[in-house]
């Protein structure tokens, strides 16, 4: 039972352009979003979160859209840059206080930058 | 302020051994997260873990797989008898509920031959 859904294994773009990621979730209790970018070898690394209160999040390059009635959000990368190119995970939690809760992740979505 | 350290890197074992995965949380994070990567897959959460208690191990198999966080040391995600199933990049984690998301290892990736 796939809770968090990223139907889009993987994404090309072209460099300066917007990088727009997709994902889609089933769990109703989720509240709290995440985005982790990972290279290989590495671990994740934390990109930008949003909780359900908000539709909303901005940091530099980096945006996140949530739509709870559609239980979808999106990460937006613009512009594009080529160290952009990474595995994306979009993960969530039923933890409004997120710190000390479980996350389920998504199946990730290669993104490729084009320069 | 070294990030989250995790040993060995790659680890091979032989079906039937004993495979034991280390993790160094962040200096002050006492809050420690064992994660589960098949290839192709994303991260599957297994158990986590509190200084000397486990809080939620609603992840984890429930035959041949433990963790613990002792009081001093890292923690340590235990798989007994292998299988060739287990091969997979465990990632631990740490946080100090600061509501910025964990902080991840590199990962030690399993392959069991």
């Known amino acids: 039972d796939q809770q968090v859904k990223q139907n889009s294994p993987s994404l090309s773009v072209q460099e300066g352009r917007i990088s727009i990621l997709n994902c889609d979730y089933t769990?109703?209790?989720?509240?709290?979003f995440l985005w982790y970018k990972k290279y290989p070898a590495e671990g994740p690394t934390f990109l930008i979160s949003?909780?359900?209160?908000?539709d909303k999040n901005e940091d530099g390059r980096f945006t996140v859209f949530l739509n709870k009635s559609a239980k979808h959000l999106s990460l937006h990368i613009v512009p594009s840059q080529p160290g952009d190119s990474a595995v994306y995970f979009c993960?969530?939690?039923?933890?409004?206080?997120?710190?000390?809760?479980?996350?389920?992740f998504g199946t990730g979505t290669r993104l490729t930058i084009i320069p | 302020n070294a990030g989250v350290m995790q040993n060995p890197r790659h680890l091979v074992r032989r079906r039937g051994q004993e495979a034991r995965l280390r993790c160094s949380p962040m200096?002050?994070?006492?809050?420690v997260y064992w994660y589960r990567q098949l290839p192709e897959e994303g991260l599957k959460f297994m158990v986590y873990?509190?200084?000397?208690?486990?809080?939620?191990e609603s992840g984890m198999p429930k035959e041949r797989f433990s963790a613990e966080f002792p009081k001093e040391g890292p923690s340590i995600l235990r798989i007994q008898q292998v299988v060739r199933g287990d091969s997979a990049a465990y990632f631990c984690?740490?946080?100090?509920?600061?509501?910025?998301?964990?902080?991840f290892g590199s990962g030690t990736r399993l392959t069991v031959v």
């Open positions: 993960a969530a939690s039923e933890g409004a206080n997120f710190g000390n809760e479980k996350l389920t």
């Open positions: 873990l509190q200084k000397e208690n486990i809080i939620d």
């Open positions: 769990n109703s209790m989720f509240d709290y």
């Open positions: 984690a740490s946080s100090l509920r600061t509501g910025d998301g964990y902080t």
């Open positions: 200096k002050g994070h006492s809050h």
């Open positions: 949003i909780s359900s209160i908000k």
